[in-house]
């Protein structure tokens, strides 16, 4: 970011264009870990081939899939809307030196997903440790059910797109 920072110039790019040393240290990151609790052990350049060819099928299945940030040339994190259990999920996964930019991005990828994509609603499934879910709420969030995914608890949140509203 720039002196005031501001970010000058964000990118969405496609998670194969992202240097691996660069997303394997945003996965082991002690805080981004602690909000994804079905990230187990250290998450190696094995699991990182894996992790992005997984990512990068998904657009050709579905035509949708998460993308690479890059902020001002830098790798900030990944995020997107992706296929879980029939619905679209969506996923911000931010380096902590770009935990303010989470609002901004979320709007281009909420307005991709309904405008762009005509995705019908969009869920957002926190472990019960994310209390602090007052924005989440003010965004139009609304709270459906717990779910359990891979042995761990979620609560899934659901948006629907307004441009469905009759």
């Known amino acids: ?34 909000q994804m609790p079905l990230l187990k052990g250290d998450f190696d350049e094995k699991d990182c081939d894996n992790f992005v060819a997984s990512k990068e099928r ?27 259990d029939g619905e679209a999920d969506l996923a911000l996964v931010l380096h902590p030196e770009y935990w303010g930019m989470g609002k901004v991005l979320y709007k281009e990828i909420i307005r991709r997903a309904f405008n762009e994509l005509g995705v019908h609603s969009i869920q957002v499934l926190f472990p019960p440790t994310r209390t602090r879910i007052k924005g989440l709420l003010r965004l139009g969030f609304k709270k459906e059910k717990e779910v359990q995914i891979g042995n761990e608890q979620f609560i899934k949140y659901k948006l629907d797109n307004p441009n469905n509203a009759v």
């Open 1 to 34: 970011m720039n002196k005031e920072n501001v970010p000058m110039n964000i990118e969405f790019k496609s998670l194969g264009e992202i240097d691996k040393s660069s997303i394997i240290d945003l996965m082991n990151n002690p805080l981004v870990r602690r």
């Open 58 to 84: 998904l657009w050709k299945e579905h035509g949708y899939g998460p993308w690479a940030f890059v902020i001002d040339d830098q790798f900030a994190g990944w995020g997107g809307i992706q296929p879980e």
